[in-house]
């Protein structure tokens, strides 16, 4: 599975729609300090269904929404789309996470309303997700060299694709 496309929209400082084409072979963001670049992988892992507001940078989830500035006002939501070139059986499969102000997060999957957990698993299946280690963030590689050994295996996990397992077993587990 290759992402082809990230586009955002309201998410963190890119209040105007911005369309992304990613290309083969790209690795890495380059540019001036606080123009976006942590802004945009946290985008990409947002909409992977990342959970956790802290890794957001932010105390509540809602934080993900652009704050407006001085000359711009603040917005009610936040999108963020992401177009990959195959998922499992299909094509082009587009994921989009949209958080509205006191409404939450809601998901679409080739515009079908999903839940959180069908797109963790769906990316999880194709080894990769929120978590995986091919997205590497600010801090990241300090956070792997001082990682515990369950946090190191998890990582582990995650690179060899088996992540979604656990999230099924739990499921079944429950039922
Ligand atoms: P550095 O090189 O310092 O790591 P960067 O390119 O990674 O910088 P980011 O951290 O992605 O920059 O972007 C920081 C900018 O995003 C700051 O100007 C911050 O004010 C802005 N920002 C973050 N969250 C929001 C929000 N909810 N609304 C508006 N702007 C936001
Ligand atoms: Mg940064």
Redesign the pocket.
């Known amino acids: 599975m290759q992402i082809k496309r990230l586009r955002l929209s309201g998410?963190?400082?890119f209040?105007d729609p911005a369309d992304l084409r990613i290309e083969p072979g790209l690795t890495g963001?380059v540019?001036?300090?606080?123009?976006?670049?942590?802004?945009?992988?946290?985008a990409l892992r947002w909409a992977m269904g990342e959970n956790s507001p802290k890794s957001m940078?932010?105390a509540g989830m809602e934080?993900?929404?652009?704050?407006?500035?001085a000359t711009r006002p603040?917005r009610d939501f936040?999108e963020v789309s992401i177009l990959t070139d195959e998922m499992g059986d299909e094509g082009e499969v587009e994921i989009v996470r949209r958080i509205e102000r006191g409404a939450g997060s809601a998901y679409r999957i080739n515009g079908r309303d999903v839940r959180a957990k069908d797109v963790s698993l769906a990316f999880a299946d194709a080894a990769t997700g929120a978590h995986s280690p091919a997205l590497v963030s600010?801090g990241r590689i300090g956070a792997i060299i001082s990682a515990k050994p369950a946090e190191r295996r998890a990582m582990l996990e995650e690179a060899a694709g088996i992540a979604g397992l656990h999230v099924r077993r739990k499921d079944a587990e429950q039922k």
């Open positions: 998410f963190k400082s209040v963001i540019g001036p300090n606080g123009c976006g670049k942590s802004n945009l992988l946290e940078r932010g934080d993900v929404i652009f704050a407006g500035t603040q936040a600010q």
